[in-house]
């Protein structure tokens, strides 16, 4: 019996349900990355500017920040398993039209729908509440957080290895394929949720809340190509603040608003939001600085020289970590608390920082073996934050708020690594020298005090996100038990 709405949860583990959700959340994540080792070929593959082809990574970031509040509150509303069912269509349905593109907008429009997936981890998340006995919650809800950084992880050479070997068209058809059999999957497996709030779709929230979305993390993420202070990058921001405060009142005075703002601003939901904007700020300079320095060359300050699948290589191992220790998190939440174990998994992303910091100004010469270890440093604690997060959220709302709270949650950790790709891209940038290729041909590669830079950045995320989880009030430690 769920003892906050009553309704019967079964006492049996649904692990083939447990199982599919976590592999959804995989596909979903994968959506991320896969376009990365396509970057530098998209103007050729779809004959189209360099500059333009980079909305291909800022469209799937748009449309995933939007979705993500939108549809756990959809789930919450009609019920988590279609709105479920839904995301991994819009993933299958973006991925065969990217296969398909041989041009730039039926590309980005391909990419629009693969990032309207993006609620599914929240969903999943937020359905498991329904479905799994309590004394499993904690280590099944781990298992979901830990796919984003499992398909973050996997995503590169995974994306290397097919677009090399195969095709860039087979990579898409893959997801596609994948993304089906996810929504069938889910189709079968998941029950529905009994607990709906119902009501009206607050439509006015919701185009609010895009607007907003998109005058804030637009800027961010192209602030750095248009110019942080050109006209429009400073008038989005000008009219992010606009927005919202309109919006604010607004849903302030809604009888059934998008988002309850009474419980978004409670102090153990506000402070999670903000911890999870940080450890989001941590975790994606993680995912900008090591790759770089991997695949620099060895003519410049720390580079390695390694390949792209190779240097991915390197990195995909904190994937795997990041599954491992959500387990030990929710051991850690059953004996101390959720925010104890966010305060912990932010304290051993810091130790990676350290690491890398340390490693960067002493007398030794980097190399992979270090960079293996700060990538793994950063995946544990990532494993143990990540899974607290959802915790702190449900154990702070009641069971109907879930998917809603679930998706505010997650929206905050896109701002976190949006604002990081901005901050940190722009340091990397701002620190760039060129030095020569192996063909003899330059190349812009960061400085040394360029990393140093971003990593103190980061690690001041991390100081802040153990901070905030301290200073959220403590609660009765949920019961756990692994799978």
Known sequence: MDEDSGALVPDRHPRL??????????????????????????????????????????????????????????????????????????????????????????????????????????????VMRDIVPPRH???????????????GALGLPFAAAIAQHV?????????????????????????????????????LGALGLAAMLVFLLLPLSKGSEWGWSAPLTIGMFAAFVVVAVVWWFVERRGANPLIALDVATERPVMLTNIASVATGFAFYSMQLIPIQLLMAPTT???????????????????????????????????????????????????????????????????????????ACLIGAGLGVAYSAMPALIMSSVRVEQTGEANGVNALMRVVGTSTSAAVVGMILTWSMISVPAADGTGVGVPTESGYLWASAISLGACVLAIVLALAIPPRRPISVQDV
């Open 17 to 126: 349900a447990v199982t599919i959700l976590c592999a959804a959340g995989i596909v979903v994540a994968l959506m991320q990355t896969i376009i990365v080792p396509l970057i530098p070929q998209l103007p050729t593959l779809l004959n189209a500017d360099p500059g333009d082809t980079t909305w291909a990574l800022t469209i799937t970031l748009l449309a995933g920040a939007v979705i993500t509040p939108i549809g756990g509150r959809l789930g919450d509303m009609y019920g988590k398993r279609l709105m479920l069912v839904a995301s991994m269509g819009c993933v299958a349905t973006g991925s065969a039209v990217c296969a398909l593109s041989a041009s730039l907008p039926p590309f980005l429009v391909g990419r629009a729908l693969q990032g309207l997936g993006f609620g599914t981890i929240a969903l999943g998340i937020s």
């Open 137 to 151: 919650l904690g280590s099944s809800v781990g298992t979901m957080s830990a796919s984003l950084g499992i398909g």
């Open 300 to 374: 410049g300050p720390n580079g390695l020289g390694l390949d792209m699948f190779t240097a991915s290589l390197v990195l995909a191992p904190s994937g795997i970590l990041m599954f491992i220790f959500s387990h030990v998190s929710a051991r850690l939440t059953a004996a101390f608390g959720p925010r104890v174990s966010l305060a912990t998994g932010g304290a051993v992303i810091a130790a990676g920082y350290v690491v890398f910091i340390v490693a960067l100004t002493g007398p030794w010469a980097m190399n992979w073996g270090v960079m293996l270890g700060v």
């Open 167 to 203: 095709s860039w068209h087979a990579l898409f058809w893959a997801c596609a394929a994948a993304a089906l059999l996810g929504a069938a999957g889910i189709a079968l497996t998941v029950p529905e949720s009994l607990s709906r709030t119902g009501g009206r779709f607050d439509l």
